[in-house]
Every structure is written in structure tokens, then in C-alpha cells.
């Protein structure tokens, strides 16, 4: 069998790999927070007996995109928007420490503030539990002050603080679940110079045209692949004809 359907059909497998990383980003093109990943392609040499020119793709996930998303103003007090670098330390369901970038936090029944996905979200000390309330502010060094239910409105007290972390992106690699960890499983310590802006969220940082553009050349790209598999298997009918005659 000639190797050139091995390779067309490996092409094919990995464009279809690459498209799912552009349609996963253009998914979440309205998902607050939500960081990018990029795709790549690499050529790799074919193992044995070959021609120099034949080579197979492998894509690639290098990376995330770390660019900033838009800032989108919503008036609401729990709504948060990082101010320039960092993260928002939140827990994910196994109980490990991770990171995101979505501001949208939410009390559950019982008190706990979660992100708008139900993560747990971290204080100082640990998960942040608060007291029935009337009113909730987040101060730009993360500090969460409430005015306790039946208050009159000057019993405002500083409960907790919202652990915010920065990182390297080198250190930090992206899950399945859209959740950042770093690289080595250690948690990130707290980081007193990042600040969140109060009533905005911060916009997804996808490009909506640019995936859409990259997704329509990668679907030109996999009719390449399939009319190559064609090519080689009206060659090979050819040559059964040719060996039939000479029989």
C-alpha cells in the first residue's frame, strides 16, 4: 500500500484535532474569563524505509492565550474583573487549588461563595463562608465587607479576603475542564498587588473571526486529505488493472 494514504489519512486526524481546539474556543466565546488555546502543526518524519519527503503532521496544544479580555461593566457587587495580571484562587471538585479568571461569584443557600460554575472560592484561610446579609462590597485589594441582614446600614464589617495569586504563564497550564493548575501541583501564595475592579467582568479574550476564519481553512485543509486518500486509491485501481492485463 502506498504510504501516501498513511500520511493523508494522518493529516486528516490531526486537522480534525486542530478543529476541535478552535471550535472549543469559539464555544466559550461568551464564557467570562475564558482563555484561548492556540494549535499548532509539526512535521514528523516517517520511521523505516521511505522517501525524504514523506512526513506526517502532529498538532499540537503549545499553550494558552494569556491576552486580557474586554472589561464589561454589569453594576452588580459581586461581579469582579481582574485589573491587569493575576487569578482568582477557586477549588475544583477533587478539592484541589485552581485558577481562573471568571469574576462572577455567587452565595450558595448556605452561605458559600462560589464562582457562576459552583467552584468554591478561595479566602485567606480557606473556603469563604458568610453570614445571612444585606449588602456585600468588594474592595479593590479583594476584601469582602458586608452589612449583616436587619443592619440599620452603618454596621459594616471586613469578613474575609479574596485570595488572589499571579503567575508566570509558563507556570500555569490549562485543563480540560477550562481550569488553570500549575505545572508543578504547588499552590500559588497570595499576591497583595493584584487588584479586581468591583460591579465589571472580564469578557472572554476569543476572536471570533479569527477562529471562524481558522476553522473555515482547516476544513479546506481536510478536503486536501481526503482528495490525496482518492488520488491514491485511483492509482492503486489502476495498477490492479495494469498487473490484471499483464497476467
Not at 446600614?153 to 481550569?179: C, F, H, M, W, Y
Not at 477562529?211 to 486536501?224: D, S
Request: no cysteine.
Amino acid at each position: 500500500m502506498d504510504r501516501a494514504l498513511y500520511l493523508a489519512m494522518s493529516g486528516g486526524t490531526q486537522v480534525m484535532d486542530a478543529q476541535g481546539i478552535h471550535a472549543n474556543n469559539l464555544a466559550n466565546v461568551a464564557t467570562t474569563g475564558f482563555r484561548a488555546d492556540f494549535e499548532q502543526a509539526r512535521s514528523m518524519q516517517v520511521n523505516g524505509q521511505h522517501y525524504p519527503s514523506r512526513v506526517y503532521a502532529m498538532t499540537e496544544n503549545p499553550g494558552t492565550r494569556y491576552d486580557l479580555g474586554a472589561l464589561q461593566q454589569t453594576g452588580r457587587d459581586m461581579d469582579i474583573a481582574i485589573q491587569g495580571d493575576g487569578f482568582i484562587a477557586t477549588l475544583d471538585g477533587l478539592g484541589r487549588e485552581v485558577y481562573s479568571r471568571a469574576g462572577d461569584l455567587q452565595l450558595t443557600a448556605a452561605g458559600q461563595l462560589v464562582t457562576g460554575t459552583g467552584l468554591p472560592v478561595m479566602g485567606i484561610d480557606g473556603p469563604i463562608f458568610l453570614p445571612p446579609l444585606d449588602s456585600l462590597s468588594i474592595s479593590e485589594d479583594g476584601m469582602i465587607s458586608i452589612i449583616p441582614q436587619g443592619g440599620d446600614g452603618t454596621q459594616i464589617t471586613a469578613l474575609n479576603r479574596l485570595k488572589l495569586v499571579s503567575a508566570e504563564p509558563e507556570q500555569l497550564v490549562k485543563d480540560s475542564d477550562g481550569l488553570l493548575r500549575t505545572r508543578n501541583g504547588e499552590e500559588l501564595p497570595q499576591d497583595n498587588n493584584v487588584r479586581v475592579l468591583s460591579g465589571f467582568l472580564e469578557s472572554s479574550n476569543v476572536n471570533a473571526v479569527e477562529e471562524m476564519t481558522q476553522i473555515m481553512a482547516l476544513a479546506r485543509r481536510f478536503e486536501m486529505n481526503i482528495k490525496v486518500m482518492d488520488t491514491v486509491r485511483t492509482n492503486e485501481d489502476a495498477s490492479a488493472r495494469i498487473l490484471q492485463r499483464n497476467a
